[in-house]
């Protein structure tokens, strides 16, 4: 090669580098409350007709699963359902598919009705590890290898048995506690039973806690009340004023309990909210609000120069489980081996919801992509594949 044309194609590759060394030096954008600034994809390192088609791709893949999500989670679950009375938190019918696309901190794509306040059912586990976390961070909660029962005040046994006394903070936040019993009515048996015939549900194997993961919301909503009881305040409350007031999501979210999962706390009757939408309830909320709390952790916890989540915690969250090595703290689903999301770097995460509910983060591409409501299977990772393929 001669040396003019290599200094002629050093010299072109320089104005690359000087953007792309301006953009990592520029301070980190925060959107103020109501308003989000917007991009072209070209100002923001995107080719515009990759990520249309990633675009129109999610739109062609809404979920083919009915809307009404009672009648959802019936078809989902409903094997189980007359042995418990069913439903007991409020649902919805959903919007269709729809989205929002942030890239260095601009938003760069939108569809559908990003405005509607829908269940997003797990996702809401991210938002009760997320207040766990801020429990940690005051104090009131030492080390997640600390004991549960040793947290709690007399007259609540939730962990009194031999079977749950060892359980930890650690175990219900990874999903390995193997608590056993019943919690608002629903035995922890009855999500996802195990066993060939629904006698064999009850008489489930036994695990020590820690040694094996399962998905389960009753035990989630254990891990919700447990916190509850440590805070002494409402977990909504908690999440408001530190982390939703403060990265300007509206005012309109809710976080649903049981009509059933009321309790009685320093003389004031409060709800232990849930954390997913088996039996209804959760977190309500729509895609711009995903978009904040997605974007809190692309940001490593800090907005806007307050460090609201630790980044120790996030640390903790993203760290593969002895017994699962693709699940981090509840929600946050890893892609350890890229096994999960072939398309995506093995560094990003998913805070995932049935449905799908999906939030997607992704350090490495400086990405926050909120996905409600696609067809299950390969559809997101082909959505994530051609978004990706889009980066410049």
Known sequence: MSSTLTTRRTL??????????IAVAQPA???????????????????????ADAVAYAQAHDNPAPRDQAQALAQSFGKVEPYFGG???????????????????????????????DMSHSITKTFLSTVVGLA????????????????MPP????????????????????QTSDWQGTLWGKPDWADRPVGKTPEDWPNRPLHAPGSHYKYNDVRVNVLALAALQV?????????????MDPIGASGRWRWHGYENSWVELDGQRMQSVSGGGHWGGGMFIDAWDLARFGYLFLRQGEWNGRQLVSRDWITKARASGPANADYG???WFLNTGRKALPAAPESSVTFRGNGQNIVYIDWENDVVAVVRWIDNGPALNEFIARLLGAVR
Request: proline letters at 8%; one cysteine or more; glycine letters at 6%.
């Open 155 to 174: 007259g609540v046994d939730l962990f009194a048995s031999p079977k749950n006394a060892p359980i930890t903070w650690e175990h219900l936040l990874r």
């Open 329 to 331: 703290y509840c929600n």
């Open 12 to 21: 072109l590759s320089v104005p690359l580098l000087l953007a792309a060394a």
């Open 87 to 117: 439903q007991i938190g409020p649902t919805r019918e959903r919007a269709a598919i729809n989205g929002v696309v942030i890239r260095r901190g601009r938003v760069v794509a939108e569809w559908g009705d990003t405005r509607r306040v």
């Open 231 to 243: 805070l002494r305040r409402p977990l909504p409350e908690v999440l408001r004023d530190q982390v």
């Open 29 to 51: 954008y925060f959107p103020p409350r109501g308003d989000w600034q917007r991009a072209e994809p070209s100002a923001v390192g995107l080719d515009a007709a990759k990520l």
């Open 136 to 151: 940690w961070q005051q104090g009131l909660i030492r080390s997640t290898d600390d004991r549960v029962a040793d947290a």
